[in-house]
C-alpha cells in the first residue's frame, strides 16, 4: 500500500514512519503546497492528511485535491480539534475518515487499511435512479441539471443506496461496506450520511435520504 503522510510534526512523522514502514510505502511532506503537489503527481492509496499545515490548510489541500484529481483517493484527516462541527467541516471538504491526536498508531494502521480495501468501481461505470446520475469513480453526481463531487466514503455511500433502491440498506451494511470490521463509532456513518443528504440538498433533491426505523437508510431520487 502507498500512502502520503502530509504532516509537518516531524516527531510524528517519525515515529508514523517506524511503526508502518515495514509494510507500508511511505512518501512525507511538511506543507500543504508540498503535499497538494506531491498528491496530484503519484497513484496513492490512502493519504493521511493532517488539519493544520505551515503554507496552506489541511482543509484547503483536501478541497484542491478533490477539484483536480483524476480518481477517488480516499483522504484520512488528523486533528487535535474533534469537535461534531469540525469534523463535518473536514467531511464536507472532501475527508473520508478522520482520527483525532493522540491517536494509537495500530488504530491508524486499522484505518489506513479500511479505507485502502474500500471497492473502487471500474473505470467509466454509471449509475443511474430516476433523474439522479453517479459516477463512482469520480464521485461525479448530477440531478436536474446541476453537479456535484462526492468525496469517497459519500460516494461508496449513494452507491449502496442506488444499488438497493427502493429497497432500505442496513446501517450495519453500510459501515461493514465503509470500514469492513474496524467501525468507528456509530456518529461516524451519522456525519457521513448527512454530508452526503446536504450535497444531494444543494442538487435540489431535499429528503431525498430517509431513514426506516429497524430498516436502514432509503433513497428517493424521484
Request: proline share 6%; with cysteine.
Amino acid at each position: 500500500m502507498r500512502v502520503l503522510v502530509i504532516e509537518d510534526n516531524r516527531d510524528l512523522q517519525a515515529n508514523i514512519a517506524r511503526f508502518l514502514e515495514p509494510d507500508f510505502l511511505l512518501d512525507f511532506a511538511g506543507t500543504g503546497p508540498e503535499g497538494l503537489a506531491l498528491a496530484l503527481a503519484n497513484p496513492y492509496d490512502v493519504i493521511v492528511l493532517d488539519l493544520m499545515l505551515p503554507g496552506m490548510s489541511g482543509l484547503e489541500v483536501c478541497e484542491r485535491y478533490r477539484q483536480a484529481a483524476p480518481r477517488l483517493v480516499p483522504i484520512l484527516m488528523l486533528t487535535a480539534r474533534d469537535t461534531l462541527e469540525d469534523k463535518e467541516e473536514g467531511f464536507q471538504a472532501g475527508a473520508d475518515d478522520y482520527l483525532v491526536k493522540p491517536f494509537s498508531l495500530r488504530e491508524l494502521r486499522w484505518r489506513l487499511e479500511a479505507l485502502a480495501r474500500r471497492p473502487v468501481p471500474p473505470s467509466g461505470r454509471k449509475l443511474t435512479l430516476g433523474g439522479l446520475t453517479l459516477e463512482p469513480e469520480s464521485g461525479q453526481t448530477r440531478w436536474g441539471g446541476r453537479t456535484v463531487r462526492l468525496n469517497r466514503t459519500e460516494a461508496l455511500i449513494l452507491r449502496l443506496l442506488m444499488e438497493a433502491a427502493p429497497e432500505a440498506v442496513p446501517a450495519a451494511t453500510l459501515a461493514e461496506r465503509l470500514w469492513g470490521d474496524n467501525a468507528p463509532e456509530s456518529s461516524a456513518l451519522r456525519t457521513h450520511v448527512y454530508a452526503l443528504r446536504k450535497a444531494l440538498a444543494g442538487l435540489g433533491l431535499d429528503n431525498a435520504i430517509t431513514t426506516r426505523r429497524n430498516e436502514g437508510y432509503l433513497l428517493d431520487a424521484r
